[in-house]
């Protein structure tokens, strides 16, 4: 066939190609703009056309590029702009807002009663979960047989019954005695357990904060600033405190601490059951017999102790009901507490 009617047919082509979809769009670049093109074939004959032609056959070549570039560029366009709309994409909207998460209610009053014992010179200590006998009852003046075992239900391990869940973080106060000399002055923050049916008020499992000073002449009235200070701290300047006389075997006076209502300022409500004191603590004297299982002298020596439940807390400064919302992790509960830092 005369080369001119072949380019000819070729320019024709480019004009009727319909394109349809992104594989025909590529099948024809491919031909007519693609490395091997068609057209450089073509192009690749005029030393077989005489030279008088030769200027009419390369423009005509030209011709059927050109055509086939504007075609590819129109097409390529409408094809981008057709796959825009079939994928929805609105290229105005906003991007995908990532979801910050909260911290649990456990945490923040955890770290915030830490905070307010650093303030005062308390260094965390933690230590284990899984405890043995002496250092979570008989170093605490809980020998065996003593009925103040009764008042915390322990959760045993079976193959050896001297090794338990510890049942309070009292436990914290042997070991950091038995290892470090006076002064000590530690706060010991941690998951206790308790043989117990769960309820919206107890649970198996919660958080103690446990404290303790010793050092040379450390007196009750110590105690009392210490706890006075650390109150109004965590709920506000106008807590007042009270210490009701109490037991414990590990202390020596021993008290438990209220706190006026925070919910109703001491007028009565549900959550202080009309009493306006709320109990948040129990706390004492460390008793002579705990300073001497732990090799501390203790007429040298004197110091005060208090225990604080996590749970107990945070429910009463968030009033929630039910002590199983805190384990259960339900995202809508947890969501709650994104604004409290
Ligand atoms: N260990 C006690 C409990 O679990 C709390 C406690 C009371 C701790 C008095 C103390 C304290 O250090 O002095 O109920």
Redesign the pocket.
């Known amino acids: 066939m005369d080369i001119f009617l072949q380019t000819e047919n070729l320019l024709k082509e480019v004009q009727e190609t319909t394109i349809d979809s992104k594989e025909t769009l590529e099948k024809f670049r491919i031909r007519f703009l693609g490395s091997k093109n068609i057209l450089k074939d073509v192009f690749g004959e005029i030393k077989n056309v005489p030279n008088e032609k030769k200027k009419a056959f390369g423009q005509l070549v030209n011709s059927v590029k050109q055509a086939a570039e504007e075609k590819f560029a129109t097409e390529q366009e409408k094809f981008q702009t057709s796959s825009q709309e079939n994928n929805n994409i609105d290229l105005t909207l906003p991007g995908d807002v990532t979801t910050i998460g909260a911290r649990h209610p456990i945490q923040i009053v955890r770290n915030k009663i830490i905070e307010i014992f650093n303030r005062l010179g308390f260094a965390v200590q933690e230590d284990r979960e899984i405890e043995d006998d002496w250092h979570n009852f008989t170093a605490?003046n809980m020998p065996e047989d003593h009925p103040a075992r009764d008042?915390?239900d322990t959760f045993f391990v079976h193959i050896n019954p001297d090794i338990v869940l510890r049942?309070?973080?009292?436990s914290v106060?042997v070991r950091t005695m038995e290892n470090q000399k006076p002064p000590i002055r530690i706060l010991s923050p941690g998951r206790?357990y308790r043989n117990e049916t769960i309820s919206a008020r107890s649970h198996c499992f919660f958080h103690?904060v446990?404290?303790?000073y010793i050092d040379e002449n450390v007196s009750f009235a110590d105690l009392l600033q210490t706890l006075d200070f650390f109150v109004k701290e965590l709920f506000g300047k106008d807590i007042k405190i009270k210490l009701r006389p109490?037991y414990?075997p590990?202390?020596e006076p021993?008290a438990e601490v209220d706190v006026t209502c925070f919910i109703c300022g001491g007028e009565g409500c549900n959550v202080c059951k009309h009493s306006g004191w709320v109990e948040i603590?129990?706390?004492?004297m460390?008793d002579p017999k705990v300073l001497e299982n732990c090799n501390i002298d203790p007429k040298k020596y004197s110091g005060?102790?208090?225990?604080?439940?996590i749970e107990r807390i945070t429910m009463l400064k968030y009033q929630i009901k039910d002590i199983r919302l805190l384990s259960e992790n339900d995202i809508r509960f947890l969501e709650q507490f994104k604004s409290a830092i």
Do not use: D, I, P, R
Not at 167 to 170: F, I, N, P, Q, V
Not at 281 to 284: K, N, P, S, T, V
Not at 304 to 309: L, P, S
């Open positions: 605490l008042m915390q049942t309070h973080t009292s106060q206790v103690q446990e404290g303790l109490s414990f590990f202390t021993s603590l129990g706390c004492g460390v005060f102790a208090f225990g604080m439940g």
